[in-house]
Structures are given as C-alpha cells and as structure tokens.
C-alpha cells in the first residue's frame, strides 16, 4: 500500500500540484487519500492565508511613518519632522489603520501649520487693532480623506473668526477643546499655543 | 362709483382677505421656523452601547468608535460595564479622549462603571475615541501577559 499523497510522477517535479493529478485514476487507497487533498486543499488555502495578511497587517502596523513617506510630498520637511516627533501624536497614530495613520499624520503636520498661522493672526491683531490675512498652508500632493476635509475646515474657521472682527472669537477658537491651544507648541520646543494666548490676558 | 365700491367690498370680504393674508401667515410660520432651527441647538446623538478590547497593562491603547459632529456640541462618554470590573482589587477604570480627524486631541478624563464623562463646546470635526486602562492589572490568570477586558460604553456626541 503506498503512502498516500506520497508518489511522485516519473521524471516529474515533487511538488503537491503536481503530485495531486498522478495519483488520479489508481487505486483506491489513492483516490481515498485525493479526495482528502481536495477536501483539505480550501482549508490550507484559507490557514495560509489567514496567516499571510495576518503578518502583513502585524508589519504594517509596526511600521513607524518616516518623513520621507511619500503622503508628506509637498509639505515642509521641518514640519513633518517636528510633528511626527511630538510624543502626543505618536499616541494618537497608535492602534489604529495604517490608512487611518497616513489621513491622520498628513492632516497632523497640516493642522500644526495651520495652528501656528492661527496663533500669528491673534497676536498681530490684538497688537495692531486689525487682523492679518490669512495665510493659506500648504497642501501635500496627494491630500489623504478624512484629514484633509477636517484641515480645510480648521482654515474655513479661522477664515470665518477672522470675518466676525472680534478677536474674542479667534482666542475662543484657540482655546476650545479639540481646538489648537491645548495640542500644539508654538515654536518648536515651546510653549503650547494656549499658554501664549493666555499670556496676553482675555 | 361702482368700480370703487367693488373694490371697498373686495378688500373687505372675509374670504378673500383671508386668501390674501395667508401667504404671509405662511411665511412668518416658516420664518420662525428658520429662526427656531438656528437658536435650539442640534439634537444628540448616540452611538453604543457598545463592547472594545482594552488591554490591562495599563499602557497598551486601544482604538474605539469614530462619530461625526453635526456641529459644535459637547462629547460624552459613559462606561457603561466592564468585564472583569474589578481583579485583585483593582477597578478596571480607563483613561479615555478621542482624536479629531485632522489630529487635534481632547483631554484625557477617566471613567469608572456607571460614570459619564463629558467635553464641552467640543470643535465639529470627526472624532475617534481612544482607551486604555488607567492601572496594570493581571486580567490573564495565570496566562502570559496582562490580558484584557471588555469595556463596554457609549458615546454622545452633537448629531
């Protein structure tokens, strides 16, 4: 009796998709142990690749964003690198997708320009009386959804406190939760853009 | 004479008055409606309860449910239960925040089982909860690793 699944064609290479069409039409104890291989072959298929997108998802997810990614093209480099540094959003890339990694740290470094641009309209005008235009920030060559909807609205708000001609309503806006304040240094190294606005007094 | 009496008589029809004038009772409804909408702040929304794995080393964070504000509003969480909710005398309290989509964070703020806790005037944006527990614990036996628990909870945000 031979061992099941274990003859080989003359000549012919070893391999179990070559092996599986020798034994057809012999005896019975091969046709029993093909009809096995066909019952089990799916099952394989399926353990593999379970085990595939398994080791590619553990990759993925282990894998830090370098600056060089090519999601920052068209962002300053300075910017990318001080964000992705900040230990507050390296938290938040934490645990999540790497497509929801690469929309958030593209809209990450965005929102700490946008930030800062924020900040200086304040300053400017609570020192001179009237506010500076708004500066439009750069936008990367390939803008990654939801992010960059959610950078266009932050700009949109700016645009929109700067209109009310009452910068009460910028430092309300920089000052809110889920705002900029609490989240971002205003210089690299610094301060949060919150503690410099409540330097200036309400 | 006739011609200016007609016209006398028509203003002064109950009917027609009536035809006249409700265009404008259409339009005043419809004004305060409009003026309504825009003082009554948006309803709520819920999403939950719902169950996410957070692990009990008190380090690992666990990522939850994204929603998406309908306007500025406030965010609530509430642990609802956990299980295990206590292991060697240790509550499974968490620490929990939630990111907005362009990378801004909340505070974070801990919450026990039957507790709410809420972020005022939080800026529309779409908003991802993030948990992790507030103390190591071996939720595991005498398995390796710390293990986890299920924390189930509920989050209220501006609809």
């Not at chain 1, 005896?27 to 085990?51: F, H, K, M, V």
């Not at chain 1, 950078?151 to 889920?178: C, F, I, N």
């Not at chain 2, 972020?119 to 005498?142: E, F, L, M």
């Amino acid at each position: 009796m031979p061992t099941p699944g274990a003859g080989t064609e003359a000549g012919g290479p070893s391999t179990p998709a070559s092996r599986l069409p020798a034994l057809q039409g012999t005896d019975s104890g091969r046709e029993q142990s093909l009809e096995n291989c066909r019952r089990q072959a799916p099952e394989a298929r399926l353990i593999i690749g379970i085990l595939v997108a398994t080791l590619l998802i553990g990759c993925s997810r282990s894998g830090a964003l370098s600056p060089d990614d090519p999601i920052f093209k068209g962002l300053p480099r300075a910017a990318v690198v001080e964000t992705l540094s900040l230990p507050r959003v390296q938290t938040n890339l934490e645990g999540i997708s790497t497509q929801q990694q690469r929309s958030l740290a593209q809209a990450s470094v965005r929102t700490l320009i946008a930030c800062r641009e924020a900040l200086r309209v304040y300053l400017a005008w609570i020192r001179t009386g009237a506010p500076p235009k708004v500066s439009p920030g750069p936008v990367p060559e390939n803008p990654i959804e939801p992010g960059n909807s959610a950078v266009e609205q932050e700009y949109t708000r700016l645009k929109a406190a700067v209109a009310s001609g009452d910068p009460d309503e910028l430092r309300a806006m920089l000052l809110a939760e889920g705002g900029c304040g609490p989240n971002w240094p205003a210089e690299p190294g610094g301060p949060t853009i919150a503690e410099v606005v409540q330097e200036q007094g309400a | 004479m006739e011609g200016r009496r007609g016209l006398v008589e028509e203003v002064r029809d109950p009917d027609k008055t009536l035809l006249t004038t409700l265009p404008l009772l259409v339009l005043v409804g419809l004004a305060s409606l409009a003026t309504l909408a825009g003082v009554v702040p948006a309803s709520a929304a819920t999403r939950g309860p719902q169950v996410l794995t957070v692990s009990c080393d008190g380090v690992t964070i666990s990522t939850g449910v994204r929603v998406v504000f309908g306007s500025n509003g406030t965010y609530k969480v509430r642990q609802n239960s956990t299980n295990p909710s206590i292991v060697d005398g240790i509550p499974s309290n968490t620490n929990t925040w939630a990111v907005s989509d362009n990378g801004n964070s909340l505070s974070v703020k801990t919450v026990s089982d039957g507790t709410t806790v809420s972020w005022t005037n939080v800026i529309r944006s779409g908003y991802t909860t993030k948990a992790y527990k507030t103390q190591a614990a071996n939720c595991n036996g005498i398995g390796f690793g710390h293990g986890n628990y299920d924390w189930n909870y509920t989050v209220t945000y501006p609809g």
